[in-house]
C-alpha cells in the first residue's frame, strides 16, 4: 500500500526537473543562435561624481521637463553631465546606469575615437594618410587611395553593401568591395566605412580591434567591460553596430569629447582630434566624423538653443549631444527601432540649455525672428 505514495510523489518530484531540463535545452538552443561576441575590458571604475544641478548653474525643474519630454518618448536613460559631474539623471523601464543596451549608432563613434588614439601614438601618421599604406591587398588598387578622412567622413565611395551582417567572413567582404563612387565626393550612410576603419586599426596597430579599443580607450575612460559582435566565432568585430555596452557609460565619452580627447585629467587623445571630428566635411557640411554639427532648418523642428551643439545620431533611439561652450554632455538612450513621429532631436537639448542660467542665446540667423530665441522681443 505504500508504494503509490512514493511513486506519486517520485512523479511530483521528477516533473519539475524534467520541465527545467526541457526549458535548459531551450535556452541553450537559444544561446547557440546568438552571435558570437568578443570581450572588450573596461576599467570598471566609479562614474564622474554627482552633484545637484544647482551647483552647476542649472535649474532643476527645467530638467525636469526635459525628462518628461524624453519619458513621453519612450526613452530609457536621460543622463546630463556639466564640467564632468552627473547633475541631472532619469532612468525608465527598469533600466539603470549599469543595464546593459545595445549601442546602436554610437558603435562607430569608437572606430572614429580609436583612430584618434592611434594617430596619438604615431601608429597612423596623418587624417589624409590611404588606406593602402594599411591594406597591402590595395597597395597597387585604386581603393588604396581611399584616406583615413574619408573614412570618418563616410565619404570612402565603397558599394554600401561591403560590410552585410551574417554574411560569413566579413575582412574578405570588405576587401572585395569595388568603388562606386570617387572618394571623398558624397557622404553615404553605411557600414562600410568604420567596419573599415577597424581593419586599418588592427593592421596600424598588429592588434585586434577590440582588444586595442580596451586598451587605448574603453579602459582609460573607466567604462565597465563590454563586448562587439563578431561575424563568426574567432572572427572580425562588427565596428559599425550592436556594441553591447552599459548605457550610462556613453556619458563618459560625452565628457571625452567635451575635453578634447581628455578624460578627468588623462589626456586619452592627442588635443585637435575631436576638434576635426566635428569640423564640417566638404562631402556633407552638415556633419564631421560620425557627429552631426548643423541642423537645417525644417518644418516643426526646432533651431539649435546653441551656437555650437553637435550629436552622435543615428536610425536608433540612441541619442549624444555635446555643447562644448556650456560643458555640457546630454544622453538619452532608446529604443533600436528608433524614435517615434513626435520626437523632434532638438527639442531635448533645448530645454538643457534653457536649464542653464548662464547660457547665452544663439546668433541670429537671417530671416529668424528674434522673438524665438530671446523672450519679450
Request: charged share 25%.
Given at each position: 500500500m505504500a508504494t503509490r505514495p512514493l511513486k506519486r510523489r517520485a512523479l511530483l518530484i521528477g516533473v519539475p526537473v524534467a520541465l527545467a531540463f526541457v526549458l535548459a535545452l531551450v535556452l541553450l538552443w537559444q544561446g547557440s543562435r546568438a552571435p558570437p561576441r568578443e570581450l572588450v575590458l573596461g576599467g570598471n571604475s566609479p562614474p564622474a561624481p554627482r552633484v545637484p544641478p544647482e551647483t552647476e548653474q542649472l535649474d532643476a525643474a527645467v530638467l525636469e521637463s526635459a525628462a518628461d519630454y524624453a519619458a513621453a518618448h519612450g526613452s530609457l536613460a536621460l543622463i546630463v553631465s556639466r564640467h564632468d559631474h552627473i547633475v541631472f539623471e532619469r532612468y525608465w523601464h527598469g533600466t539603470s546606469f549599469d543595464t546593459v543596451e545595445d549601442a546602436q549608432s554610437f558603435t562607430p563613434l569608437l572606430a572614429a575615437l580609436a583612430a584618434g588614439a592611434a594617430f596619438s601614438h604615431r601608429l597612423i601618421g596623418w587624417p589624409d594618410q590611404p588606406v593602402g599604406a594599411f591594406i597591402g591587398e590595395w597597395s597597387h588598387d585604386p581603393r588604396g587611395e581611399i584616406t583615413v578622412r574619408n573614412l570618418l567622413q563616410m565619404s570612402s565611395g565603397l558599394a554600401a553593401d561591403g560590410a552585410r551582417r551574417g554574411s560569413g567572413d566579413l575582412t574578405a567582404q570588405l576587401l572585395h568591395t569595388p568603388l562606386a563612387r570617387t572618394p571623398g565626393v558624397s557622404r553615404t550612410e553605411q557600414a562600410t566605412d568604420p567596419q573599415l576603419l577597424a581593419l586599418v586599426l588592427e593592421r596600424a596597430t598588429q592588434q585586434r580591434y577590440a582588444s586595442y579599443l580596451s586598451q587605448a580607450l574603453?579602459?582609460?575612460?573607466?567604462?565597465?567591460?563590454?563586448?562587439?559582435?563578431?561575424?563568426?566565432?574567432?572572427g572580425a568585430a562588427h565596428a559599425d553596430c550592436c556594441m553591447l555596452a552599459h548605457q550610462g557609460d556613453w556619458i563618459r565619452i560625452g565628457q571625452l569629447l567635451l575635453r578634447d580627447?581628455?578624460?578627468r585629467g588623462d589626456e586619452v587623445i592627442r588635443p585637435g582630434w575631436v576638434t576635426l571630428m566635428r569640423s564640417p566635411a566638404q562631402s556633407d557640411p552638415q556633419y564631421g566624423a560620425y557627429v552631426r554639427v548643423r541642423w537645417p532648418a525644417a518644418p516643426g523642428r526646432e533651431l539649435p538653443a546653441a551656437r555650437d551643439l553637435y550629436a552622435v545620431e543615428g536610425q536608433g533611439g540612441n541619442r549624444l549631444w555635446l555643447l562644448p561652450s556650456l560643458q555640457i554632455a546630454i544622453l538619452c538612450t532608446g529604443p533600436a527601432g528608433g524614435r517615434d513621429s513626435g520626437w523632434d532631436d532638438n527639442r531635448l537639448p533645448s530645454l538643457v540649455v534653457r536649464a542653464a542660467r548662464d547660457a547665452l542665446p544663439p546668433a541670429a540667423q537671417p530671416g529668424v525672428d528674434i522673438s524665438a530665441i530671446v523672450s519679450g522681443h
Open positions: 574603453w579602459r582609460r575612460i573607466g567604462a565597465g567591460d563590454a563586448s562587439l559582435t563578431l561575424d563568426r566565432p574567432q580627447g581628455n578624460y
